[in-house]
């Protein structure tokens, strides 16, 4: 293991909560955001009790969770 963290230079410095302030930081699920997590999960929920493959990819186009466009 240690020739491969050689080779490819995988450090072992991670700064945990330098990394959970960043990621906290960036979070922006408010208002609109909000409404379309609850509704796309409740549309996935349906899909998956339906089997219906449609209907999640619906959901996952729905979902905030990759938007650009912070609310």
């Known amino acids: 293991m240690t020739l491969l963290r050689h ?3 995988i450090g072992d410095a991670t700064d945990y909560e330098g990394t959970a302030n960043r ?3 960036g979070i922006h699920i408010k208002g609109i955001n909000a409404l379309l997590m609850v509704c796309s999960a409740l549309l996935a929920s349906i899909g998956l009790d339906t089997n219906s493959v449609a209907i999640i990819i ?3 186009l729905i979902s905030p969770l990759m938007s650009t466009n912070p609310a």
Do not use: E, H, K, P
């Open 7 to 9: 080779v490819f230079d």
């Open 23 to 25: 990621i906290s930081d």
């Open 58 to 60: 619906g959901a996952m």
